[in-house]
């Protein structure tokens, strides 16, 4: 069953951000930290729409 999904609301997303740890600071040399809230948009993209990692579309 494919959906469409635009991504959480503000007020949805205060209920998600309440669960997640405070977002971490970079330390040192690497990749930097992605936002949460980034992760989890696109976690529901895929489990709503029913798409393949690898179909992600770039934001």
Same mark, same amino acid.
């Given at each position: 069953?494919? /959906? &469409?999904?635009?991504?959480?609301?503000?007020?949805?997303?205060? !209920?998600?951000?309440? $669960?997640?740890?405070?977002?971490?600071?970079?330390? /040192? &040399?690497?990749?930097?930290?992605?936002?949460?809230?980034?992760? !989890?948009?696109?976690? $529901?993209?895929?489990?709503?729409?029913?798409?393949?990692?690898?179909?992600?579309?770039?934001?």
């Amino acid at each position: 069953m494919a /959906g &469409r999904f635009e991504g959480l609301s503000d007020l949805e997303w205060k !209920l998600f951000a309440d $669960l997640l740890p405070y977002p971490l600071e970079k330390r /040192g &040399r690497g990749m930097p930290h992605v936002p949460f809230r980034k992760v !989890l948009n696109t976690q $529901l993209y895929i489990l709503i729409t029913g798409c393949r990692w690898c179909d992600i579309p770039n934001s």
